[in-house]
C-alpha cells in the first residue's frame, strides 16, 4: 500500500495518523466490540466521544464560554440558507463582503429572506483579491454582516477581519478552519464544514454566541432548520453524523498533540512559501491572485496556456501527485495544502514543477 499525494480542495487529506488509528479501532472501539459506525448515538460510549471531541475543540481553538458548539449536517451549504433563516429576523437586512462563488451563494439563499446588500465585492477583477475591510461602512440595522475568509476556489484569504463594533460577524472558514489560531470573540458565529481541513465529509462545526441562539427561539420553523434545537439537544435533536464527529475528535488531538494553532500557522506558512517562492520566481509558471490575498491552504497557479496546463496534470500522474486541477468554474491549476499535507509533498511538487518548466524553456 502507498499513499499518495492527493491535493485536492475537498475532501482532503487526514493526517496518516488520525487514519491508522481509526483503522485499528474499526472493528473493535476500546472493547466495545463493536465499531463507532454501530453505536448508538445515545450509548455512553458515543456520548463520550462527543463531549470531548467538543470539550478539545473549545481548549485548541480557545472558545469562550458564551458560544455553543454543534456539529451538524448539510454541509456548508446548509448553512447558506439557515443563517437568514435564523438570523436575518430583526430588521430582514444584512451586509455582505462578496469574495466570490461561495458568497454568491450565501447571498442567493439570504435574498429569500431579506434584504441583502453588498458593502464590498471583488468581482470586478474574478475575484484575484480580497476587498480592503479598513473603512468599510455598514448598515447600524443589518442584521449581521456575512464574509467568507479563505475562498477555496480562487486561493485569496483575509488578513484581517472587518470591525464591525455591535453587528454580528458571520464567517464561512470551511477551507481555513483550524488552519491558524481564530480569535472567536470577534465573531457572532462561525461556521466550517469538515471535509476540507477538518474530518470526513458530512459534518459541520459551528460556534455561534448565545446571544444569537436567542435570536432563533420564537421563529417558525422546522425544528431541524433552528440553531436552538440543535443547542438544547447538544447536537443530537436527530441521529448526527456519529463516525465523521469521531474522526474530527482524532484530529482536534492531533493538533493539540502537535504543537496547536500558533504552531500550525507556523507550519502551513512554511509549506505554502515554498510553493509561492518558486511560483515567484518561475518564469513559466504564474500564481492567480494577488499576493496580499494568498491563501496559505489553496494555492492556484497557471502555465502559459491551457494546453501546458493540462499537460502538466497529465505529467502529475508519474508522480502520483492527484487532483491538481483547478476549479471547474475558474480553470488552472490549485494545489490544496490543508494542515494534513506533509511539507514534503509541497516539496516533491515543486520539484515536479521545476522539471516541467525546465523540460519546457
Ligand atoms: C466547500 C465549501 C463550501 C461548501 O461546502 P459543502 O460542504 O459542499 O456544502 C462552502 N464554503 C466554502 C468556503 C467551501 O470551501
Not at 458593502?119 to 461602512?137: Q, T
Not at 463594533?165 to 483550524?178: A, K, Q, R, T, V
Not at 463516525?243 to 496547536?260: A, P, S
Request: overall charge neutral; some cysteine; glycine content about 8%.
Amino acid at each position: 500500500m502507498a499513499r499518495i499525494y492527493n491535493f485536492s480542495a475537498g475532501p482532503a487529506m487526514l493526517p496518516e495518523e488520525v487514519l491508522k488509528e481509526a483503522a485499528e479501532e474499526m472493528l473493535d472501539y476500546r472493547g466495545c466490540g463493536m465499531s463507532v459506525m454501530e453505536m448508538s448515538h445515545r450509548s455512553k460510549v458515543y456520548q463520550q466521544i462527543i463531549d470531548e471531541a467538543e470539550a478539545d475543540l473549545r481548549e485548541l481553538v480557545g472558545i469562550p464560554d458564551n458560544y455553543r458548539v454543534l456539529f451538524l449536517q448539510g454541509g456548508a451549504t446548509l448553512q447558506f440558507g439557515m443563517i437568514p433563516m435564523n438570523l436575518m429576523t430583526v430588521n430582514k437586512k444584512a451586509d455582505f463582503i462578496h469574495t466570490g462563488v461561495w458568497t454568491k451563494k450565501a447571498m442567493a439563499d439570504a435574498k429569500l429572506f431579506g434584504q441583502v446588500n453588498v458593502i464590498a465585492s471583488s468581482e470586478d477583477r474574478k475575484f484575484a483579491y480580497i476587498p480592503d475591510v479598513k473603512g468599510l461602512k455598514f448598515d447600524k440595522d443589518a442584521d449581521y454582516v456575512y464574509m467568507c475568509d479563505n475562498n477555496t476556489i480562487y486561493g485569496t484569504k483575509f488578513k484581517e477581519y472587518p470591525e464591525t463594533g455591535n453587528i454580528p460577524l458571520i464567517c464561512d472558514m470551511s477551507s481555513c478552519f483550524l488552519s491558524e489560531p481564530i480569535d472567536v470573540k470577534k465573531f457572532g458565529m462561525i461556521y466550517a464544514g469538515a471535509q476540507k481541513n477538518v474530518g470526513p465529509a458530512g459534518v459541520t462545526i459551528i460556534i455561534i454566541r448565545d446571544d444569537l441562539v436567542e435570536r432563533c427561539k420564537d421563529l417558525a420553523l422546522p425544528a431541524y432548520l433552528k440553531y436552538n434545537i440543535h443547542v438544547e439537544n447538544g447536537s443530537m435533536y436527530n441521529t448526527p453524523a456519529t463516525y465523521g464527529i469521531y474522526m474530527c475528535g482524532k484530529v482536534f488531538k492531533w493538533l493539540l498533540k502537535t504543537g496547536g494553532l500558533e504552531k500550525r500557522k507556523k507550519l502551513n506558512e512554511e509549506k505554502a512559501k515554498i510553493l509561492y517562492d518558486y511560483l515567484d520566481s518561475s518564469k513559466f509558471f504564474k500564481a492567480s491572485v494577488d499576493k496580499e490575498a494568498r491563501s496559505l491552504m489553496n494555492v492556484t497557479f497557471r502555465t502559459p496556456s491551457d494546453e501546458l496546463d493540462a499537460e502538466f496534470l497529465d505529467g502529475a500522474k508519474k508522480y502520483k501527485f492527484t487532483n491538481l486541477k483547478g476549479h471547474r468554474s475558474t480553470g488552472g491549476l490549485r494545489a490544496s495544502i490543508y494542515n494534513a499535507m506533509p511539507i514534503d509533498g509541497v516539496k516533491a511538487l515543486v520539484s515536479y514543477m521545476k522539471e516541467f518548466e525546465e523540460a519546457h524553456k
